[in-house]
C-alpha cells in the first residue's frame, strides 16, 4: 500500500488505528481518535487497566474534564477496545507508540519499555503500515534506536515495507482533552511524504497548527520546551532563595518584574514533579553525550529543582527551632503528594523526596492527599497531634482550608507553604508560626 493509499484511508477514516500504552497520553489519544470514527484499539500491559477500560470506566483519577463521558461513550459504540495481547496488532494500519521513556539514576533514557514495544510489535507489523512514535525521546532516537529497532524485529525495511515518525505529545494532566484539542504539533516524519501522511491523521483532532518536519526537530522540540520551562522555573526559584536571604518577597519582586515588557518570571515552588519536565531536560542532554557539547545551565536547573523539596525541610527545621523544638521526633503532616493540584499523577512527586528526607532525619511523617486513595480521608484528623503541616501542591482542598481549624488540629501550630496558598497575616492571625517560599 503507498502511502497516498493510506493517507485515503486516514482521510475516509477507514484506516483501523491501535495505541500502544494507554496511560495518561495514550488513553485520551485513543479515546478521541475513536470518538471521531475510526477504529481504535489499544494495547496495555496492566491486566486491571484493560478491564476497566473495556468497562467503559476511567482508571485516570483526578479532575480530568470529559474524558470520564468520552471513554464511556467510545467503548459503548464499539469503536474503542483494550486488549493485553500484541497479536491484535496485525490487522492496523496506523499504530501509535505511547510508552514511558524515563531517565536512570545517571540521567541517561531507559527504553526499556519503547524496546519491548517495538520488538513486540515488529514481527507482528502490517505490511505499509504507519509507526508513529509520541513518547519524548532523547535527539537522534529515531534514527539510533528506533528505526534499527523495528527493522530488525519486523524484517521490514523503511519505506519499503512500513512507514515512521515522531509527533511528540503535548499534553498534562487536568487538561489532557483541552491540550490535544487546541496545543500545536510538531509532526515529524522520517520522509517529508510520511511527515504529510501523519498530518492526515491529526487533523482530525487537532485544531492548532501541525507543523511539518523531520524526526530529530520534532525530538529536539519537545524536549528543548520542557528543558526551557525547567530552567525558567530554576530562575524563579533561585530568586526566592535570594529573596530570603535578604529580606524580600518574591511573589512582590516578580510581580514587578513582569511588568517590565518582554518579562514572564515564572512562579517559585516546594518542586518540580512530573513524568515530562524533571526528565525532559536531562534527554535533551543526553542527546550529545560524547559529542564534545558542554552543558552547563540545563544540569545548574536541575540541581535547583531537585533542591527545593530539601530547601523545605530547612523551613521546617527553622519553624520547629522557634517553637522549641527539633525535627528528629518531630510528627509532620505533608499535605499532597501528586506532582499537581487536583491529579493523582504521583511520578517524580516533590513530596516523595521530601518525605524520604524527613524519614532520614528521624521525623514521623504523615501524608494526604484527597486525590490518592491511600493518602485520602478526613484532613483535620490527620493533622491531629502534628507538630507542623507543610503543604506541597496546591489542591482545592488545601486552598479552602480554615487556618483556625488548622491551628487547633496541630499540637505545635506550624504551618510551611510552599505554594504560596496564604498570606502571612492570615496564617498569623489563625495562631500560626508561619513560613513559605520566598519571604524572608
Known sequence: ???????????????????????????????????????????????????????????????????????????????????????????????????????????????????????????????????????????????????????????????????LGNCPERVMPGKLLKNLHMVSRVVGGMTPETAETMIALYQHIVQADLDAADCVTAELVKTAENAYRDVQIAFANEVALICEAVGGDVWKVRELVNKSPMRQMHLPGAGVGGHCIPKDPWLLAYGVKGKGVPLRLIPAARAVNDGMPLHIVELLKDALAEAGRGLEGARLAVLGYAYLEESDDARNSPSATLVRRLHELGAEVVIHDPWIAEYGGDLLQRLRGCDAAVIMVAHGAYRGLDLNALTSALRTPILVDGRRLFEAAQARAAGLLYRRIGTA
Not at 485520551?28 to 484499539?41: I, K, R, Y
Not at 517495538?118 to 508513529?132: N, R
Request: include cysteine; glycine fraction near 8%; hydrophobic fraction near 45%.
Open 1 to 163: 500500500m503507498s502511502q497516498i493509499e493510506l493517507r485515503g484511508k486516514i482521510e475516509n477514516r477507514s484506516a483501523r488505528l491501535a495505541v500502544i500504552g494507554l496511560g495518561y497520553v495514550g488513553l485520551p489519544v485513543a479515546a478521541v481518535l475513536a470518538e471521531v470514527g475510526f477504529d481504535v484499539l489499544g494495547v496495555e500491559i496492566r491486566p486491571e487497566r484493560v478491564e476497566k477500560i473495556n468497562a467503559g470506566l476511567s482508571p485516570i483519577k483526578g479532575e480530568e474534564p470529559g474524558l470520564a463521558a468520552l471513554l464511556s461513550k467510545v467503548v459503548a459504540a464499539g469503536k474503542l477496545w483494550a486488549t493485553t495481547d500484541y497479536a491484535a496488532l496485525r490487522d492496523r494500519d496506523v499504530l501509535l507508540i505511547d510508552v514511558e521513556t524515563p531517565v536512570d539514576e545517571q540521567n541517561a533514557p531507559r527504553y526499556e519499555a519503547l524496546r519491548a514495544c517495538l520488538q513486540g510489535l515488529g514481527p507482528l507489523l502490517k505490511a505499509d503500515a504507519l509507526v508513529i512514535v509520541e513518547s519524548t525521546i532523547a535527539p537522534g532516537t529515531m534514527r539510533d534506536v528506533v528505526l534499527p529497532l523495528l527493522e530488525q524485529s519486523s524484517e521490514k525495511k523503511l519505506n519499503d515495507g512500513f512507514y
